[in-house]
């Protein structure tokens, strides 16, 4: 049995008052391992817990997109959709990350695809530049166009 002391964050309901809190307050988060003590120690062992709970999100952020949907009964079907499925995913935490927007880096994938890809907005080509015209105060913009300056290039030609 692993327990791990979390400082609580979050604000105390009396913040009008004035006064602070008398004692620090703690969470704890208790987990189960098997290993050995030999082969892995307590702080090694709160390590490897840590990044399976990362995994954890992946799956469940998987689990509320493309994998909610599961096409058919047929193996080999499902098995391409999941493949599908993890390349839309890679793809879109990809275009999150060339955001540079602090909130959509650590976005879900349905946060991203309201943001990001469901944009009210038409491309326009002109003398071989790309222009893209998004809606007046979008409060998206920056980061839409972060994602696009990166990916093409607003000033590169795209014909070769």
Same mark, same amino acid.
């Given at each position: &049995?692993?327990?791990?002391?979390?400082?609580? =964050?979050?604000?105390?309901?009396?913040?009008?008052?004035?006064?602070?809190?008398?004692?620090?307050?703690?969470?704890?988060?208790?987990?189960?391992?098997t290993t050995d003590p030999d082969d892995l120690d307590t702080v090694a062992a709160d390590k490897t817990h840590r990044q399976h709970a990362i995994v954890e999100q992946v799956h469940a952020? &998987?689990?509320?997109?493309?994998?909610?949907? =599961?096409?058919?009964?047929?193996f080999s079907a499902n098995a391409a959709w999941l493949v599908c499925a993890v390349m839309a995913f890679n793809v879109t935490r990809a275009a999150g990350t060339l955001t540079a927007d602090p909130k959509l880096t650590k976005a879900t994938t349905g946060t991203l695809r309201r943001t990001i890809v469901s944009v009210p907005a038409r491309i326009a080509c002109s003398a071989r530049r790309l222009t893209l015209h998004l809606p007046t105060d979008w409060p998206w913009e920056t980061a839409w166009n972060n994602l696009f300056d990166s990916t093409f290039g607003r000033n590169q030609s795209i014909i070769t």
């Open positions: &049995l692993v327990v791990r002391r979390i400082p609580d =964050l979050r604000p105390p309901k009396d913040q009008g008052q004035g006064q602070g809190t008398l004692f620090d307050i703690w969470r704890f988060h208790a987990f189960f391992t952020d &998987l689990k509320n997109s493309a994998l909610a949907h =599961l096409p058919s009964n047929s």
